[in-house]
């Protein structure tokens, strides 16, 4: 017996096809709500050390949603702050946050070593991942996505702080710049933006 | 000249007295917590504080003995670049409140005495400028609380 597709069936799974045909060469566009910067910046590229102690190149993120972070332990408010409303965020993603990786970049590496790294992103998600490494691998990162840290002058005791740009970059599961968004930005467009990408990101 | 001196000490004095409440007894804190984080790294207080006088009130500073060292910072953002100060005093204004929150004013908290866990309870003695102290208790919370959680 022969199947009969009705004719706006056929012509509905002629345009899926082509959607997908279309999102192999160039990001699919999506109604983000935060800022899109999908072709305006570069892909998701690094040569660091992960909070295990392992070499860890951007590539090893592929097949995962990516927030990338730059911040650094000995940082009381903000970087905290940030890192318990990301945590709030996967919190409400789900079951699919668990195909997205938070991605804290130290802007401190002499203080920043893994095991410091470690037993920081963990106390706040159990997708957040530490990023450390050497300090020309570090600023070569945060230059190729115009962010920018500075040390500034030792205290009495000889601590220090280090400003650094507070925004989050967001990564589709290809490595491929999405959006960007800011601490102003709000929770709800965030959640909304990374829905969007971890349910048409392709999947692994 | 010596007898209108004298008046205006006199009259000083009187005033003095009956303005006698310290600066910390026109004040009530509320939402006093602090976040946990691991190891020993420094840690941010925050509080809410509300004066019910007719005079602002200026919050100069903590102490505790669970921390060796208590700061108060303000954090800023400004052409997204984050940055921490420190800062010499916080004014709560007269019927007025003033909130110590993530991202704005904070106590930084620096060389615990002891190590404190989520859930515990560190006494903190706010210090204003009068020299009064207000002793407040801090709810210790996880690393990952966005607030007093209550």
């Keep these: 017996m022969k199947l009969r597709l009705p004719n706006c069936l056929v012509l509905l799974l002629l345009l899926i096809t082509l959607v997908t045909l279309a999102g192999c060469h160039r990001e699919e566009k999506l109604p983000f709500r935060l800022t899109d910067v999908s072709g305006h910046m570069p892909e998701l590229d690094f040569k660091l050390t992960d909070d295990h102690g392992k070499p860890v190149t951007g590539a090893d993120y592929r097949g995962k949603v990516v927030v990338l972070y730059f911040g650094y332990t000995h940082c009381p408010d903000v970087c905290p702050l940030t890192m318990a409303q990301l945590h709030v965020v996967m919190q409400r993603l789900g079951p699919l946050a668990d195909k997205a990786r938070i991605l804290f970049v130290s802007v401190d590496p002499t203080r920043d070593t893994p095991p410091v790294m470690h037993a920081y992103v963990n106390a706040f998600d159990p997708r957040a991942v530490g990023l450390t490494g050497d300090p020309r691998d570090i600023e070569a990162l945060s230059k190729r996505y115009r ?35 800011t601490p102003a930005d709000s929770q709800d467009d965030l959640v909304h933006d990374l829905h969007l990408l971890l349910d048409n990101g392709n999947p692994t | 000249m010596k007898t209108q001196a004298l008046l205006f000490l006199v009259t000083g004095l009187l005033l003095t007295g009956a303005t006698h409440a310290t600066e910390a007894e026109h004040i009530r804190a509320s939402h006093a917590w602090l976040r946990v984080l691991p190891g020993d790294l420094p840690a941010g207080a925050y509080v809410t504080l509300e004066n019910s006088g007719d005079q602002p009130v200026t919050l100069k500073g ?13 954090s800023s953002n400004e052409g997204g670049m984050s940055r921490m100060a420190m800062v010499d005093s916080v004014v709560v204004p007269s019927h007025g409140t003033a909130t110590l929150a993530p991202a704005g004013y904070h106590l930084m908290l620096m060389k615990s005495t002891h190590p404190i866990k989520p859930g515990d309870t560190v006494r903190m003695n706010l210090k204003f400028a009068d020299g009064s102290t207000l002793a407040t208790n801090f709810v210790a919370r996880p690393a990952n609380a966005v607030d007093a959680g209550n």
């Design chain 1, 147 to 181: 962010s920018a840290y500075t040390r500034e002058p030792d205290g009495k005791d000889g601590n220090y702080e280090v400003s650094h740009s507070s925004a989050m970059y967001v990564f589709d599961s290809k490595g491929a710049a999405r959006v960007l968004a």
């Design chain 2, 62 to 74: 903590a102490s505790s003995d669970a921390y060796a060292n208590v700061m108060l910072h303000q």
